[in-house]
């Protein structure tokens, strides 16, 4: 669920600014999922734009302090949200932790790193959702830590079906700062995208598990 409009779009073009989304329809990426994409969103590019992270940093603090209110603790999905989590914590105050794929299997074996107490509330930050499964068993993991999930911030979600109903289903609340469809719209009018493209991201877009190049 986006959570504001203008936000959304702005987002969107900051993204599409320091091309953070790659288009190859023509060599399409493997997803971690096994799915082939035309479109690759790497939002950890923006780490690297001081001005760009600070608004990213600032618009998902904002959400949370309105939606929540200020949790106890700021947990960031490794690995790509570890850095936009750290920022989000570092402005409101708040302690932050790191939620592992799967425990580590030497030293201590954590798959959270940083202190986390039992029945502290947790706000978990994304930097992108697909269909949402490493994010909810990130969630999963920490509720299994005693933790008290208040919901979930991402920076962009494909808005897929399959995420939506993951989400539903695991009864955690998922906002995020923009979506696909955002994006593609002010792609177009920025004709970041050409009309080819667009045919080929709209037709991936309807069954992206079964989509082929």
């Not at 914590?89 to 030497?106: C, D, M, N, Q, T």
């Not at 978990?124 to 919901?151: F, P, Q």
């Not at 939506?164 to 970041?192: G, P, R």
């Amino acid at each position: 669920m986006i959570l504001d409009k203008h936000t959304a779009n702005k987002t969107a073009e900051l993204l599409l600014q320091i091309n953070a989304i790659k288009l190859r329809p023509e060599n399409p990426f493997s997803w971690a999922s096994g799915w082939n994409s035309p479109i690759y969103c790497d939002n950890r590019i923006l780490l690297s734009f001081p001005v760009i992270r600070n608004y990213v940093k600032e618009e998902i603090a904002k959400q949370v302090e309105e939606l929540y209110g200020k949790p106890d603790i700021i947990a960031g999905v490794a690995t790509g949200a570890i850095g936009i989590g750290v920022l989000v914590a570092e402005y409101l105050g708040l302690p932050f932790i790191y939620v592992r794929p799967e425990a580590k299997s030497h030293g201590r074996k954590n798959q959270i790193e940083g202190l986390l107490e039992k029945d502290q509330t947790v706000v978990v930050i994304e930097d992108l959702i697909s269909t949402g499964k490493s994010s909810l068993n990130a969630v999963e993991a920490l509720a299994n830590h005693g933790a008290k999930i208040k919901g979930m911030i991402a920076i962009f979600t494909y808005g897929f079906d399959v995420a939506a109903k993951n989400f539903e289903e695991n009864k955690v609340v998922l906002h995020t700062l923009s979506d696909f469809e955002t994006l593609i719209q002010l792609a177009v009018e920025t004709n970041y995208v050409k009309e080819e493209q667009l045919q080929t991201l709209m037709e991936w877009r309807k069954d992206p598990s079964l989509w082929k190049p």
